[in-house]
């Protein structure tokens, strides 16, 4: 079922990036260790891309997630009053978010990864699409007044909703 | 297969970079005496004694700086496939593409206006 090749092997490497950053950041006392192994998991994400031929994904989530939201969380990190030796890590709301949490768990499995392996396992050989779309495609899909030049615009509008609620929320009046 | 030999490239660079720092500090255990002394295992910052505590709050500002970037990051992820396939495009199309920068524009003025971009 797994072949031993190239592919394989990134994969497993790309995955232990991913689960073991993520188990670091959980585990570590530390919030600037944890920011540094969130971004360990972000890199593996970006490598699952690449291996699933998604190129423009892999770069947008390098330069987007580890270049500007990893660096936002640094600096959300360097502005609160004790980013080192956390004590409490098990708080009140514990039993209520480990339901949610393994909730989330099951539903992610029962709809994503059980219909691709299925009883036989007949579609997990099977591409997802048979057309490649390239960045080029992408562009022109984005722009096109019969496709997502709307959601486009409205990303634009929300971007600029998102700065200015911001600003106003993080400067206080002098 | 064909997928990952024009990332291999990166792979490589990723494997090397790793080399870069650890050949000096493991040469440096290697070879360097340790004599080590009150004095030499001092903190210091550019050769003079560190003053108060290293993790200090920072303020605000910087982290406004950071969220101005960010946004401008993801409209960059929408504008790019709008550059690539710029010579593809019709008039609507490139129409669109600056409405959109247009109303992000819109966003730089006012935290032009509201003294965001102040250093401080």
């Known amino acids: 079922m797994l072949e031993l090749n190239v592919q394989t092997l990134a994969f497993f490497v790309f995955a232990l990036f991913v689960l073991g950053g993520g188990l670091g950041v959980i585990t570590t006392r530390n919030l600037v260790h944890g920011t540094l192994y969130l971004i360990l998991s972000l890199f593996g994400v970006a490598g699952f891309f690449v291996l699933l031929s998604a190129p423009f994904l892999a770069v947008v989530q390098v330069l987007v997630?580890?270049?500007?939201?990893?660096?936002?969380?640094?600096?959300?990190v360097m502005l609160t009053r004790s980013m080192t030796s956390l004590h409490e890590v098990v708080n009140r709301q514990w039993v209520?978010?480990?339901?949610?949490?393994?909730?989330?768990?099951?539903m992610l499995t029962v709809t994503i990864i059980l219909p691709v392996w299925g009883q036989d396992g007949s579609l997990a050989g099977q591409p997802v699409s048979e057309v490649v779309a390239t960045t080029t495609d992408l562009g022109k899909a984005l722009v096109d007044g019969n496709q997502y030049v709307l959601p486009f615009e409205v990303a634009s509008l929300l971007l600029t909703a998102a700065m200015i609620g911001a600003i106003v929320i993080a400067r206080d009046d002098e | 297969m064909a997928v990952l030999n024009e990332w291999a490239f990166i792979g490589v660079f990723f494997a090397v970079a790793w080399v870069f720092p650890f050949a000096p500090i493991f040469l440096a255990r290697l070879v360097a005496p340790r004599k080590p002394n009150p004095i030499k295992q001092s903190t210091y910052e550019c050769g003079v004694e560190t003053v108060g505590d290293t993790w200090v709050q920072f303020k605000v500002q910087y982290y406004i700086y950071g969220l101005i970037f960010l946004v401008f990051d993801v409209?960059?992820?929408?504008?790019?496939?709008?550059?690539?396939?710029y010579?593809?495009?019709?008039?609507?199309?490139?129409?669109?593409?600056?409405?959109?920068?247009?109303?992000?524009?819109?966003?730089?003025?006012?935290?032009?206006?509201?003294?965001?971009?102040?250093?401080?």
Not at chain 2, 95 to 107: M, N, P, R, V
């Open chain 1, 65 to 76: 997630y580890i270049g500007a939201i990893a660096i936002l969380i640094v600096f959300a």
């Open chain 1, 96 to 106: 209520l978010s480990t339901i949610v949490a393994v909730l989330l768990f099951v």
């Open chain 2, 75 to 85: 409209e960059m992820i929408f504008l790019f496939p709008w550059a690539v396939a």
């Open chain 2, 87 to 120: 010579r593809e495009l019709d008039f609507f199309a490139f129409a669109a593409g600056f409405l959109f920068i247009f109303l992000l524009a819109d966003a730089l003025i006012y935290a032009w206006r509201k003294d965001a971009l102040e250093w401080v």
